[in-house]
């Protein structure tokens, strides 16, 4: 792969006149994300430490069936419509209105059916507290839904410094309802409202930031002309939630809420490195890409500059996290925790094609291939049932784990093939790129894991050893053989 691409490439994937005035380029806006994502993901990371010992391991496991209800009804809110109004370029303020108008209905339907489903959710699982919880979560059901053609607009018109505001500050509001309630005894209560509250402002600040003008209820023409593509997005993110979800609502089921609880903990440390990075990235291709959706080799260069550097960044993250698995959980969560190791260890192996394999749907619908996002999403979901089925069988949060990190590893050879080699058309020796990285973290790993043995019982020594360690290895790699070049993602022209 080329460093940079040359000026002939470069005046076709960038053109200056592309980017609106008073609009920051895909650069530019790739750096606002990744500082707004940074800081609202460090907003998290510490208000989960504070969480973790304000609430039960049982609450956590209570909050996540609701959240699990709540995420499969947002599907039905959504129906790629957001998608959508970026993608469809000629979308007038009128059809935005329309939209509008559509979202109201479905949010007003969809928070009463939700609300509605809160008893038979609660005598599924034999909790009465299930009940009341899904309705309050219900508001915030409502405004995420009214949220969607407001925060499509922003997208698409480019407007990233407003949402990399947007984030911070929801985030801090959030976390700070969440403390005050999670203080004074409310438990997982303390979790919905900040749910709820960050959705409100999510919605204020969107409305008010890109008001939407026209508002009417004819909205038949307009969604039947971005049915076929909605469509199969919303396919895809149907067939995604089962298999992302299926885990916290069978886990419970099998194995308690407290062992939810566990497992959710594990499973949410490995997401922090999609929020950082991967999800980062996938937040600003498509607006960018859109208008390359016929040039698939175009938006090919760019995919594989971003995945090489998601790669290097990837290997590490893989290694500390594997290596240094027991220490992670009890300096973020407290030694009440320790149960949660063994699932966040094997967790921690799929970070690398989690991280590869997130912003693979961003260019699915750069290309307009959402059919291939499909398709792709059946196949993963099935490898994943079959996972987790297999680890419940066993009956032990070890064993799911592992069924769940084997499943989430096999993922990335399916997004390969549907995306490199039939939406793009390319062959599969330009993969040999990213082999370095993966051979260096294994080695890396390997030497960490042996070393530990030596040592002494020691929380911060170990940790601070089998860092060192890690990260040498693969720093000093990364150097001989000449990866730290592909560290920047889009080189300028001059």
Not at 70 to 88: K, N, P, R
Not at 410 to 438: D, M, N
């Amino acid at each position: 792969m080329n460093e940079e691409l040359n000026p002939k490439e470069s005046q076709q994937t960038e053109p200056q006149s592309a980017v609106p005035k008073g609009k920051v380029g895909m650069k530019g806006a790739a750096l606002i994300q990744f500082g707004s994502r940074y800081a609202s993901m460090g907003i998290q990371i510490l208000l989960q430490m504070i969480l973790a010992r304000l609430i039960s391991p049982e609450d956590f496991g209570l909050w996540t069936i609701i959240n699990v209800f709540a995420a499969f009804f947002q599907l039905f809110s959504d129906m790629g419509i957001g998608a959508a109004i970026v993608q469809f370029r000629d979308l007038t303020e009128k059809e935005f209105g329309s939209l509008f108008g559509f979202t109201i209905l479905l949010g007003v339907i969809m928070s009463a059916i939700f609300c509605g489903c809160a008893y038979p959710i609660s005598m599924f699982y034999h909790d009465g507290r299930l009940a009341g919880a899904c309705c309050f979560v219900a508001v915030s059901l409502f405004f995420n839904v009214l949220n969607m053609v407001p925060n499509g607009i922003m997208l698409r018109e480019l407007r990233f410094r407003s949402i990399g505001i947007r984030t911070i500050v929801s985030a801090l509001l959030s976390a700070t309802v969440a403390i005050v309630f999670a203080r004074f005894g409310f438990g997982y209560n303390a979790l919905i409202f900040q749910v709820v509250a960050q959705s409100v402002v999510l919605f204020l600040w969107n409305i008010a930031s890109r008001p939407i003008r026209h508002i009417n209820f004819h909205f038949m023409k307009t969604l039947r002309r971005i049915f076929s593509y909605s469509i199969y997005q919303f396919g895809a993110n149907m067939v995604n939630y089962f298999s992302r979800n299926l885990d916290n609502l069978l886990i419970p089921k099998v194995l308690g809420t407290a062992e939810l609880g566990y497992y959710d903990k594990s499973y949410k440390l490995t997401t922090y490195p999609l929020s950082a990075f991967s999800t980062v990235i996938a937040s600003v291709i498509q607006p960018y890409m859109a208008k390359h959706q016929d040039e698939p080799e175009v938006i090919f260069k760019y995919w594989l500059k971003i995945e090489k550097f998601l790669s290097l960044i990837a290997a590490v993250l893989v290694t500390v996290c594997l290596t240094c698995s027991n220490e992670i959980i009890v300096i973020c969560y407290g030694s009440r925790w320790v149960p949660a190791v063994p699932a966040f260890s094997v967790l921690a192996i799929s970070v690398y094609s989690q991280m590869m394999s997130n912003p693979s749907g961003a260019f699915f619908q750069s290309i307009g291939r959402t059919d291939l996002m499909f398709r792709t999403m059946i196949v993963n979901t099935l490898m994943s049932v079959t996972g987790l089925a297999v680890g419940l069988k066993i009956g032990t949060l070890y064993s799911v784990s592992v069924g769940i990190a084997v499943a989430f590893t096999a993922h990335l050879l399916t997004v390969l093939y549907y995306l490199v080699k039939r939406g793009f058309g390319q062959s599969f020796a330009q993969l040999k790129i990213f082999v370095p990285e993966i051979l260096l973290a294994a080695a890396a790993s390997a030497v960490s894991l042996f070393v530990a043995r030596f040592l002494p019982e020691n929380l911060r020594l170990g940790f601070g050893v089998k860092l060192a360690i890690d990260l040498s290895i693969l720093v000093a790699g990364y150097a001989v053989l000449g990866q730290f070049k592909y560290l920047k993602l889009i080189k300028r022209r001059k």
